[in-house]
């Protein structure tokens, strides 16, 4: 697949993670076209192609006379499990530099992803409940996400809306801040709940729970964290008398998965980040959720954590309870393949 630019052809070229090269052009594309707003390292680009086992992922490096012009990555996971869905494609990251932009390149990147997912989910398990193959390419939240979505006005919204693309239920969510250093706990229940961090040999109680209640995503991204060494007690526990019926994750500067994937950079340092966070679901609305959120902030306050992310959420009224406010806004766009 070629497109036009100045009268010279950009060819799409594989995108190889494990060239150095490749990975050194799309932070600096990146870099170019989005700027300060949403810098991402080159840590940040490896951890985010790490092989999952049954995850696909591909890309395309743009290349006008040889140099890098744009770029983009997606992925699936057609091989899902049940619990998980399998018929989605995700748009991870595409970008162009400036100096080439509306030259047809982000449109020839974009129509080379859509193709090569509709042939991944064509020849994948999932169907639609007609019994036809199905498919729908999501912009952004991936299995590693670059991002939740696209942030609200700005240019990349338009392109997308002007290529067939449309808001989904949630039209957009948010990541939510605020500054801990004068964190003071909300007024609580009186709860017969505590919450408090996981240990080593807890793994068990923190898979079973996430097993029976949020059998999906959150499930999957706590094997993979484990998996990688990553430390049990990043996770807090909320034990009642009948054991873990709750958990909330935190990401801290030292955690195993890096804190940059939150964009905390607006924020004074240090940095953490709080979520997922969920309770069992016959227990919910009795404030245990609330409950399991403050000794999460309480933990991070008291170890001298200053800015502080809640991502990818629509519950501003419940997190606006302990201080948070809207910090980045995503436009959350799909297309059915």
């Known amino acids: 697949?070629?497109?036009?630019?100045?009268?010279s052809e950009a060819q799409l070229a594989p995108f190889d993670a494990d060239d150095a090269r490749h990975l050194s052009w799309a932070v600096e594309l990146w870099s170019d076209a989005i700027g300060n707003v949403l810098p991402f390292s080159k840590g940040f680009l490896e951890f985010n192609l790490k092989q999952d086992a049954g995850v696909v992922r591909g890309g395309r490096i743009a290349l006008v006379g040889g140099r890098p012009a744009g770029f983009v990555l997606c992925s699936a996971h057609p091989g899902a499990p049940p619990t998980m869905r399998a018929d989605v494609g995700w748009l991870d990251a595409i970008a162009v530099a400036p100096s080439v932009q509306r030259q047809g390149?982000?449109?020839?990147?974009l129509r080379w992803a859509e193709g090569w997912l509709t042939d991944l989910l064509a020849a994948g398990p999932s169907q639609s409940e007609e019994g036809n193959r199905a498919g729908r390419l999501l912009v952004g939240g991936s299995l590693r996400p670059f991002t939740p979505g696209l942030l609200v006005d700005t240019p990349a919204v338009p392109f997308f809306l002007e290529n067939g693309y449309e808001y989904g239920g949630h039209p957009v969510e948010w990541d939510v801040a605020r500054n801990l250093s004068d964190y003071a706990s909300p007024p609580l229940r009186e709860e017969s709940a505590a919450a408090r961090?996981?240990?080593?040999?807890?793994?068990?109680?923190?898979?079973?729970?996430?097993?029976?209640?949020?059998?999906?995503?959150?499930?999957?991204?706590?094997?993979?964290?484990?998996?990688d060494g990553g430390r049990i007690s990043d996770y807090m526990l909320l034990w009642t008398e009948d054991g873990v019926h709750g958990a909330c994750r935190l990401t801290f500067e030292d955690s195993r998965w890096p804190i940059d994937r939150f964009y905390p950079f607006g924020l004074p340092r240090p940095?953490?980040?709080?979520?997922?966070?969920?309770?069992?679901?016959?227990?919910?609305?009795?404030?245990?959720?609330?409950?399991?959120?403050?000794?999460?902030?309480?933990?991070l306050h008291n170890g001298g954590v200053n800015g502080c992310v809640i991502d990818w959420t629509t519950l501003l009224d419940f997190y606006a309870i302990c201080g948070f406010s809207p910090y980045k806004e995503w436009a959350q766009l799909g297309k059915v393949l």
């Open 105 to 109: 390149i982000g449109t020839a990147l």
């Open 1 to 7: 697949m070629s497109a036009q630019s100045h009268g």
């Open 271 to 299: 940095w953490a980040q709080l979520g997922s966070i969920g309770i069992s679901a016959h227990l919910r609305g009795q404030g245990l959720g609330l409950t399991l959120l403050d000794a999460g902030l309480r933990r």
């Open 197 to 227: 961090p996981a240990q080593p040999g807890q793994e068990g109680e923190l898979m079973a729970f996430l097993s029976r209640e949020f059998p999906g995503r959150w499930h999957w991204m706590a094997e993979r964290f484990l998996e």
